[in-house]
């Protein structure tokens, strides 16, 4: 059997397309490998939101032609978004040596451009490839892709221009995919998008949002739980709390971009919201379950940030009593981001980054100390450990069959950790 390996860069989006990737390779009967040195092919879907990740996945290009040189009926070939950003020219005259470029907004023609790669499937299937496995979760959860590219323009953002306008998934087509990952054994989906909330479809004649398309999830047989990201602020509603507040098959932990808490630097990166309206919405979320866990993504250091935005920023990491966040420094994408007067010098962006993240940290054990004596309704994903509704990793007191959910009461922290019993 011919093997695979992939490396995928960046978000979880990002991961999903490289499930369908190989599940492409799977269709010709190729194995995935964790080792380089034993595959036949490299895939390397590549990620660009942020300067560091382009340059890693270039320079893994850069290193495969070793690889190559080694074996020349090896195939390489470079996906994603960074491949959007340079052209496929550039990559192909930079690296003579890569077999095939295929950027983020071309996914769907991954399986016929491998034809000439690879060879046809053995057996052609009429609709798209779907993955059978997870290459990055548990295999009881499945990343369930609703929505493709973005239609907002937040200034620092390179995605709208790599992944195209939003393109909503028609809900049959999702509800197929969700009951083909039941069949393979998942029982937690999670929802991608970027501003997955924004979900706007026709079923069965009528126009349905986002809460509709969650309530049709929820209804599939096997679906024990439903996570989804990222939600913008701007796209949250009564349907949704309501709906929140309800169905406790939505996970009680939502991840919510902030990017800042000065309004005046949130106006700048064309967010759309103010940081009382964000923290409105955090409000109605824990109105719904009071203690709904929040995470949330910021950026440091937006070009012209003061030191009192940067406060405000602060503010908002201890007002929103955040479970986690990602934190990053800006990273100019344009040429034009880059010539901006007012960058942030690399000291500062660092000092800035580094409080941040101390803030959000000592919340953060704060959170899980909080769990103690509190009962979670955990999701085994493999013997005695899984995951709280709330997305805390969870030790369990026995062994369990991986998809059982049960109720535990948590008795301890232990790094990150938390320890349960289960309560019958
Ligand atoms: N769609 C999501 C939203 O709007 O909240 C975010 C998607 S983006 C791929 C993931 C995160 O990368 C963002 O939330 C932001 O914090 C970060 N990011 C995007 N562009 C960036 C940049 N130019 N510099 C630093 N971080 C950036
Ligand atoms: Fe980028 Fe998210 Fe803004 Fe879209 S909503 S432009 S993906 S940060």
Redesign the pocket.
């Known amino acids: 059997m011919k093997k695979l390996y992939i490396k995928t860069f960046?978000?979880q989006?990002n991961e999903a397309d490289s499930e369908l990737i190989a599940a492409s390779f799977k269709r010709r009967n190729f194995e995935i490998t964790q080792n380089l040195k034993e595959a036949d092919v490299a895939v390397l879907n590549t990620?660009t939101?942020?300067?560091l990740a382009e340059d890693k996945a270039i320079s893994m290009i850069g290193r495969l032609r070793k690889w190559k040189l080694l074996k020349p009926s090896r195939k390489i070939i470079v996906a994603g978004c960074a491949v959007e950003k340079l052209g496929n020219k550039d990559i192909l005259s930079r690296f003579p040596f890569v077999n095939l470029t295929i950027g983020a907004k071309s996914i769907n023609k991954f399986d016929d451009a491998l034809n000439n790669i690879v060879g046809k499937a053995k057996k052609p299937q009429k609709q798209k490839p779907t993955p059978e496995a997870s290459l990055f979760n548990s295999p009881i959860t499945a990343y369930i892709t609703v929505t493709r590219g973005?239609s907002?323009k937040?200034s620092?953002?390179?995605?709208p221009a790599v992944r195209g306008e939003a393109e909503h998934i028609a809900p049959d087509e999702i509800i197929k995919e969700v009951k083909v990952k039941i069949k393979n054994g998942a029982k937690e989906m999670v929802l991608l998008?970027?501003?997955?909330n924004s979900y706007s479809s026709q079923y069965k004649g009528k126009k349905i949002n986002f809460a509709d398309l969650l309530k049709l999830i929820s209804k599939i047989d096997g679906v024990k739980r439903i996570r989804f990201?990222?939600?913008?602020p701007l796209f949250f509603n009564e349907s949704f709390f309501k709906l929140f507040k309800k169905d406790t098959k939505i996970a009680r932990h939502i991840h919510?971009?902030a990017?800042s808490g000065s309004d005046r630097i949130l106006k700048l990166m064309r967010?759309g919201y103010t940081k009382k309206q964000y923290l409105d919405i955090i409000g109605k979320l824990r109105l719904a379950d009071k203690d709904t866990a929040i995470s949330t993504?910021?950026?440091v250091g937006?070009p012209g940030e003061t030191e009192k935005d940067f406060n405000e920023t602060l503010k908002l990491a201890k007002a929103g009593n955040f479970n986690f966040a990602?934190?990053?420094?800006?990273?100019?994408?344009t040429d034009e981001?880059c010539k901006s007067k007012n960058l942030i010098p690399k000291e500062i962006l660092k000092k800035r980054l580094d409080i941040l993240l101390k803030t959000i940290k000592l919340n953060s054990k704060e959170i899980f100390n909080s769990r103690i004596g509190k009962m979670a309704e955990v999701l085994i994903e493999d013997n005695n450990y899984g995951r709280s509704s709330k997305n805390f990793k969870v030790k369990i007191d026995k062994l369990f069959e991986p998809g059982k959910l049960l109720k535990a009461k948590i008795v301890k922290n232990e790094k990150n950790t938390l320890h349960g019993k289960v309560v019958k």
């Open positions: 960046g978000c989006m990620c939101v942020r300067q973005c907002l937040c620092y953002c390179i995605v998008g970027q501003t997955v990201m990222s939600p913008h919510l971009p990017q967010r993504d910021f950026i937006y990602f934190c990053f420094k800006y990273s100019p994408r981001d």
